[in-house]
């Protein structure tokens, strides 16, 4: 019997000049209520989950793959131009732009298709060549099978990331991709709209 599990909400990835790249997932609506989490990983290749509750840790690293997965306070909230999240000691200020070229064109797909499993097998060779570390499609953690549905693509325009009151400097690509399961986020700094479908 296969048990399906889906995610809304965004996911904001992007690199810093220190080397660190993050991934911030800001979910509306899930089987595990609505939850921000933050993955990251710094210059050295270390993973780190930082994650709301032991629930949403338990799910999230059997998904995927940390080196080191931590139970710390995580809010989010709206602030002028864009998003503001702490987790831990943790700081990130995203200002959020327009959307980007692929974000547009996105706009042409309606919603159930750019979400549906089936859809996301198929174009999934086809994103990963657009977009280099993408995938819409693929194998994660403990035999389950995952899928992204982006529906809408913005830029982000500026970043301003702390860690124990340090700064992990200014907002640059996401390179190299991040590696917590099959695919990677954009390189382009981004916030997406999405669906993760995750079937086990």
């Known amino acids: 019997m296969v048990t399906e599990h889906r995610f809304s ?4 990835g992007f690199g810093t000049a220190s080397g660190t790249r993050l991934v911030v997932g800001i979910w509306a609506e899930s089987p595990l209520g609505a939850f921000t989490d933050v993955m990251m990983e710094d210059a050295a290749g270390h993973r780190t989950l930082l994650a709301p509750n032991d629930e949403v840790a338990a799910f999230v690293s059997a998904t995927y793959s940390f080196d080191e997965v931590r139970v710390v306070p995580v809010t989010t909230r709206r602030v002028d131009g864009g998003l503001a999240v702490t987790a831990g000691d943790l700081s990130v200020r995203m200002r959020v732009g327009g959307l980007s070229t692929l974000g547009r064109l996105l ?9 549906h499993p089936a859809w996301l097998r198929v174009i999934d060779p086809v994103a990963s060549r657009l977009v280099p570390g993408v995938h819409t499609a693929g194998t994660a953690g403990g035999g389950r099978r995952e899928f992204y549905g982006v529906t809408l693509i913005r830029d982000l325009d500026g970043v301003e990331a702390t860690r124990a009151g340090e700064s992990l400097g200014a907002l640059t690509p996401l390179h190299p991709p991040v590696r917590f399961g099959f695919g990677s986020a954009p390189p382009a700094p981004s916030i997406v709209d999405v669906v993760t479908t995750i079937r086990e």
Do not use: N
């Open 107 to 115: 706009r042409v797909v309606p919603s159930l298709v750019a979400t």
């Open 9 to 12: 909400g965004r996911i904001a």
